[in-house]
């Protein structure tokens, strides 16, 4: 079963469907229980990363999610849920993100319209089972004003280019998280959704 994380900030109905299209058993949830018997984690986020930090842990579930990455179970960040992944976030901050992933989230500091909002493409850093089958140059979709900036470069996963290059993905171990909607990214984002259900009934 994967758990997808309620905490009253997440884009649930959508990641969720997609979830089921691609074969995916999958639970709504806020119960640390339910997350930490997981087989697999789903972290969405949308809103602002301050409100997101101060929900998960009114909710009581830093330490749940903590754990979870920490045994490499299969975990899966979206958008917010891959910046709250970081040390710190400037959005209205600096705000405590959670550590996971040493590094700062910064915002876009260029002439492009920001937000970047819409369809950009994937450079691939590094080949690995959460993006098998996704080709270079594939485009997803995007709705942010910030993006991550990991301390270890060996983490990025993929690039994007808007205004520069930025971290538009990151993977260690069963974590991955996007900084782009797999949900919203047509045949690419149902590739990434059901490469991380294969990576959870592998388990």
């Not at 876009?108 to 996704?134: A, M, R, S, T, Y």
Request: aromatic share 8%; hydrophobic share 40%; glycine share 10%.
């Amino acid at each position: 079963m994967i758990a997808v994380i309620d905490y009253g900030m997440g884009n649930l109905g959508s990641v969720y469907n997609a979830l089921r299209y691609v074969g995916g058993e999958a639970e709504v949830t806020s119960e640390a229980a339910a997350i930490e018997k997981a087989d697999g984690v789903i972290l969405p986020g949308v809103g602002a990363f301050g409100d997101c930090m101060a929900n998960l842990r009114e909710h009581e579930l830093v330490e749940p999610i903590k754990r979870v990455i920490e045994a490499n179970r299969p975990f899966l960040g979206i958008c917010l849920g891959l910046q709250m992944l970081f040390s710190e976030s400037d959005e209205g901050g600096p705000h405590e993100g959670l550590g996971v992933i040493p590094g700062k989230v910064v915002r876009f500091d260029h002439d492009l319209k920001i937000p970047q909002i819409g369809w950009n493409q994937l450079n691939i850093k590094q080949q690995c089972p959460q993006l098998e089958g996704v080709e270079e140059g594939s485009y997803v979709y995007f709705v942010h004003s910030y993006y991550v900036v990991p301390e270890d470069e060996s983490v990025i996963a993929t690039t994007t280019d808007y205004g520069h290059e930025f971290c538009s993905a990151i993977r260690r171990g069963n974590l991955f998280a996007t900084q782009f909607h797999p949900e919203k990214s047509h045949d690419v984002g149902l590739r990434i959704l059901d490469n991380f259900r294969r990576l959870v009934q592998a388990q």
